[in-house]
């Protein structure tokens, strides 16, 4: 009986180390397999591959701002407007070279309105951001009322906007 889990345990051990025999076999050659996965250099990068890029970024930053005044909707999200983009990040000059007129003058529009907004509604005198609205939701003659109504009236006014500047790409 002792000579049988001997030899039972003996086995065990060569199997171990006949595996860890393979093992070590294989480690070196995936070391030596190198990384093939490719870095983009700006030099890869086309015209056309830039310019939509910066195209999705702006529209990216433009459904960042709607999404901020749709949340405005429905309760008051002061968060979401302190994480909202104040500018564009490409200057008109770049942007020009991107959009067509009919483009340019809807993103105009677009910011334009939501800068009268935020001066309407949120800055202080001090130009700082509200944080107390009086009134009630439900009600349109209170100035949180008419936070909401008008969120709502610029959130469609986006809405369609976005659309006219998709169709137009």
Known sequence: MLLSISIMLFAIFLVQIITLFFIMKMIPKHKNVK?????????????KDWH??????????LLKIRNAVQKQTYSIHKKEIELTPNFLLFDDEILASIYIEDQLIIINKYLQTYNDYLLRFWYTK??????VFSGSINNPNTEVGQLVAVSNEICSQMDQWLTELLKAS
Do not use: A, C, F
């Not at 939509?52 to 930053?61: P, V």
């Not at 001090?126 to 944080?131: H, I, M, R, W």
């Open 126 to 131: 001090e130009g700082t951001l509200k944080t």
């Open 52 to 61: 939509e890029e910066i195209s999705r970024t702006i529209e990216l930053q």
């Open 35 to 47: 990384n093939t996965r490719k870095l983009h250099t700006e030099s890869d990068y086309t015209e």
